[in-house]
């Protein structure tokens, strides 16, 4: 219902009231218990917020953890070519050291193939009307017909079929169309009458040959195509410390472990291959836990800080214990790490490994902490593959961090709890909007009758004065 305001008018005798104002004091005095619903929104909503931010953080500090407990971390390799235009060489991290003889003998090529003879783009490509153009691919043959044939059996209308009679780029098109390894195109050879259809095969090795069939103007009496073999599709071949290996890809990652091989051109001269270890990122890894450690103790003290410590209390100033988890974190970080080596488990501490532990709950790195077990032989004890916090096989930092970010882990699971009570406060909200709405059309319909009643009496009180004054003139005059 509409609500409007109507003043006194004394100069007109009438007397009215401000419904629209009393309506909306009444309803401030109502609306309280909506308000304290919505604040309580507006609070869980920041908690949700905080608990996001927070599981975040203690999933990039277990990422950075994960990364520092990985013995192929601080394994890392490096590997060089006595001439690498001939083989090039990658290593992945544990790759063998030593070195190893690669003589490249030839090299892995696709089908290439050119179709000259046609006048023009636009000139017919001379499929054959009867039993059309069939490309063959990696063993599976394509036919404009529709066909498809795999391994001797043949299904119709399995590709888009081309029409009768099509031009040279018509048939590229429809090459090209298959969406399989093999690129068509067409190009102007020796001058504008000159053009040619040219088809490669996108991959290299015997396995992935193609050919084709089906162009009359190859096969007429009088031809007037011609079909050169550019390439033929070939395996690379290449001997390895003695042993001769063929592969479909000059890329190879299957002779010798944790390394891939390069060949890039043939050679009857044997290249050195040389595996050593790579750059030591001993103490990145430890920066960058460091950092995502720091970030974590940051967060959460900003979240738990009071009126006593700052001037801007966190969400979880009232309910610090809601994180408490981050405590065990610290207490699990200060152990140092753990590792086994000849079958005896040892424990180093944290400031052995350049990591020192502040006051505030942060740690810092000590560069010359770090250099001295740098010398000692760190970067040997890490790649053994270390554990942090270790209580036992099942039981340490990270099967912690685990427990809390994972689905259906801790945090997740208070994550859960605070958005359904938000969901709940909604209803309520919801509820009680639809009933102060209601409240509100009462008033305003009441306050409205009460104002039309003392306009009413205004109006008879006005004309009763009128009617008075009227017969008191009238006995004067008399």
Known sequence: MAVSSTSSNSSAGTSS?????????LMTVENKPLDKIKTQIEQKKLIISDLGTIKSKVATFQDALTLFQTPTTFNNSAASSSDATIVSATASNGAVKGNHSVTVTSLATATRNTVTGYTSSTALATVDAATGFAITVAGTTYNTNGSKTVN????????TVLGANPTVTGLKNWINGLGVNVNASVVETSGSSSWALMIQ???????????FSGLTGLTDATPALTNTSVTVAANASFVVNGTTFAR???????????????LNKASATAQTISVAKGTDISGEAI?????????VMSTYKTMTANSANSDKPGNFANSPSTLSFINQIKDSFAKGISCTSNGTLTTMSLSALGIDLQRDGTAKFNSASFATASAAGLRDTLALGVTMGYVSSTSNLNTFLTAQVKTGGALSSQITSETTAVQDLTKRKDNLQIRLNS??????????????LLYQLSSTSNSLTSALDALTNSQRNN
């Open 248 to 262: 479909a890809s000059n890329t190879v990652t299957d002779v010798i472990d944790g390394l891939t091989l390069n």
């Open 152 to 159: 001797g059996v043949t299904t119709a209308n399995a590709v």
């Open 439 to 452: 409240i509100k059309t009462s008033l305003v319909s009441q306050y409205s009758s009460l104002n039309a």
């Open 201 to 211: 095969g996108t991959q290299t090795g015997t396995t992935n040959a193609i050919s």
């Open 17 to 25: 009231i401000d419904v629209a104002a009393i309506v909306e004091q």
């Open 287 to 295: 920066n960058t836990l460091i950092k995502a450690y720091n970030d």
